[in-house]
Nanobody, 118 residues
């Protein structure tokens, strides 16, 4: 079992920055890929960024160049630095982890709200 808890959401003006964090606990050695997803008002959940055990960083086109994903070696902390925020970045942001090495399964946090004002 893996537990994920997000933090760092809040209200920020357009052009500003926020850093979101995700604390992972439980069987973190089972985790391979981790990432951030978001769901805006009236939208479906979409991928924001992922990071793999091979060290690959993948970003949605809409955030490339503005967001940076990272994690510690123990996979206990996942972060995303969000710069040059736009109103369309307003969404609930969810932490994600894939259990590849043990029993399998996808794990999700409960989400943290980011609101970007114009």
């Amino acid at each position: 079992q893996v537990q994920l808890v997000e933090s760092g959401g809040g209200l920020v003006q357009a052009g500003g920055s926020l850093r979101l964090s995700c604390a992972a606990s439980g069987s973190t050695s089972c985790i391979s890929t981790m990432g951030w997803y978001r769901q805006g008002p009236g939208k479906e959940r979409e991928l924001v960024a992922t990071i793999t055990d091979a060290g690959d960083h993948n970003y949605a086109a809409s955030v490339k160049g503005r967001f940076t994903i990272s994690r510690d070696d123990a996979k206990t902390t996942l972060s995303v630095q969000m710069n040059s925020l736009k109103p369309e970045d307003t969404a609930v942001y969810f932490c994600y982890a894939a259990d590849t090495y043990c029993y399998g399964g996808d794990y999700w946090g409960k989400g943290t709200l980011v609101t970007v004002s114009s």
